[in-house]
């Protein structure tokens, strides 16, 4: 059964449908995968074995009675620990939520169970998804599976570390300022950030709420596009989800050419900062587009240059009204011994949340902060309105965006907790797409020097999921990059 870990999502879908193997063989094969490769790769914070093996088993009894299923069924998936599973663990990674138990299920998953896919555990993260390393979680340190001395990139490094080796075809993690995208190129694998308010927020625990969305990891385009499929569409429960029809993505992807559009490399993007490797990869995938058929030029984006600044302001300051509601009074972490109210909301927070957390509480507390708040928040919300109308003005002139999804490829545990502003720039390719609310993607194109994966982020207009999806599949498929992580 050990080859079952290498399938595609569509190819266990298949071999399920065709009675070539069964829903519980799907999930011993996982198990036993995760494991061998666990103990070294850290990517999982719980394992939801009852709840696994009861899907299989309803899936199999489906299957005995000659029921119709899903192109999802049996499709085994890792869940980011920031997603509610009703009566499981949702931990975010910190020490304030280690004994939360879910009272409620996330809209994404129970549309994913429903259609018969299978849960197989919660992914480790950075605290309440803050972080582009997964060092900041309360209770491990993924590794990254091509380097086990490299981080798998943040925050839901969990998620990508469990696809790239091999525990799950697919994962869904949350993109607030790339956190899809950046671990899926720091992992090698295909990490996709939808339209905001095209797949519901509800059951997820909120870090910036106008800019969280959750978004599925895969090793290639088709399986991210089925696990989008199933989770978008309107959702009451949000008030923030759109109320537009969902195409039929899994139709549409490899019937779109790429002949005759026009597509943009963002100037800005391509600049200073850029590991030449990078550079070179990218140059070679532009080739690779032009090969397709699409005209590629350069475009500016004049304030995507403010992007990580504006970013901050906003992120914190949403962060620091969300995670208010931690007090060890309703829910999570309480203090020992506190005898007064106030010491005991103080104690707990002091406890409970890790140091990064807390530093972007205080920024966004002092963002928002009277004297303070036109000089910062207003200001970056405006700023936020020109970056959206750079990419309105660019969609204008061409169809697509493309840039690097990341300035490096993964770097070395350590190297870059003490500097926390080097760490934030790792985002400064994906936050802008978070800040206008577009949908985007990360397709591996090629290695650097030390065989570490690079990643190709593609940028669509709003609600052009098909469009982004479409020209990804075209990519990877002229592509031809071998993805599959031997290393570890």
Do not use: H
């Not at 899903?70 to 304030?96: L, N």
């Not at 204008?396 to 350590?414: H, N, Q, R, W, Y």
């Amino acid at each position: 059964m050990t080859s079952l870990i290498d399938k595609t999502a569509k190819e266990i879908n298949k071999l399920l449908l065709n009675k070539e193997i069964s829903a519980k063989e799907i999930v011993d094969a996982c198990y036993k995968q995760i494991e061998i490769v666990e103990p070294k790769i850290q990517a999982l914070n719980s394992s939801t074995t009852n709840l696994a093996y009861k899907q299989a088993e309803e899936l199999d009894a489906k299957i005995k009675k000659g029921e119709k299923l899903s192109p999802i069924a049996g499709v085994p998936i890792v869940v980011k620990d920031v997603i509610c599973i009703k009566s499981y663990p949702a931990t975010c990674g910190s020490k304030i939520l280690e004994n939360f138990i879910a009272p409620y299920e996330a809209t994404s998953t129970n549309k994913l169970w429903e259609a018969g896919a299978i849960c197989i555990g919660k992914s480790n993260m950075d605290e309440f998804a803050m972080g582009s390393s997964t060092e900041n979680s309360a209770f491990k340190k993924t590794k990254n599976p091509w380097n086990l001395n490299t981080v798998p990139g943040g925050s839901s490094g969990g998620s990508a570390a469990a696809v790239a080796s091999r525990e799950v075809p697919v994962s869904l993690g949350t993109d607030t300022g790339g956190s899809v995208r950046q671990p899926a190129s720091f992992c090698g694998v295909v990490g996709l950030k939808p339209t905001y308010g095209r797949v519901s927020r509800f059951g997820l625990i909120a870090f910036a709420s106008s800019l969280d969305q959750i978004g599925p990891f895969a090793r290639n385009v088709y399986d991210a596009t089925l696990v989008l499929q199933y989770i978008s569409g309107y959702d009451s429960k949000d008030s923030t989800s759109l109320n537009v029809e969902v195409p039929n993505y899994i139709n549409k992807i490899t019937t779109t050419s790429l002949k005759g559009k026009k597509i943009g490399l963002i100037k800005e993007l391509m600049e200073s900062g850029i590991d030449s490797e990078i550079k070179k990869s990218i140059e070679s995938s532009v080739k690779i587009f032009k090969d397709l058929g699409a005209e590629v030029v350069e475009i500016s984006l004049p304030n995507v240059k403010y992007s990580v600044p504006v970013y901050y302001i906003i992120a914190t300051a949403e962060a620091s009204s969300n995670l208010a509601r931690y007090d060890g009074v309703k829910y999570g972490y309480r203090t020992a011994g506190a005898k007064e109210l106030l010491p005991m909301y103080t104690k707990t927070r002091q406890e409970g949340f890790g140091p990064e957390v807390k530093r972007r509480i205080m920024l966004g507390t002092y963002a928002l902060s009277s004297g303070y708040y036109d000089a910062y928040y207003k200001k970056a919300q405006q700023v936020r309105k020109l970056v959206a109308q750079d990419f309105l003005n660019s969609f204008e002139k061409v169809d697509l965006l493309i840039s690097p999804t990341c300035p490096t490829t993964a770097f070395k545990f350590g190297s870059k907790t003490e500097d926390p502003l080097s760490m934030y720039i790792s985002d400064i390719a994906t936050i802008p797409a978070n800040l206008a609310g577009l949908p985007a993607i990360s397709v591996p194109c090629g290695f650097d020097s030390k065989k570490l994966p690079i990643g190709l982020q593609i940028i669509a207009p709003s609600l052009s999921e098909e469009l982004l999806l479409g020209a990804a599949y075209g990519f990877e498929s002229a592509c031809k990059l071998d993805i599959t992580c031997r290393s570890f």
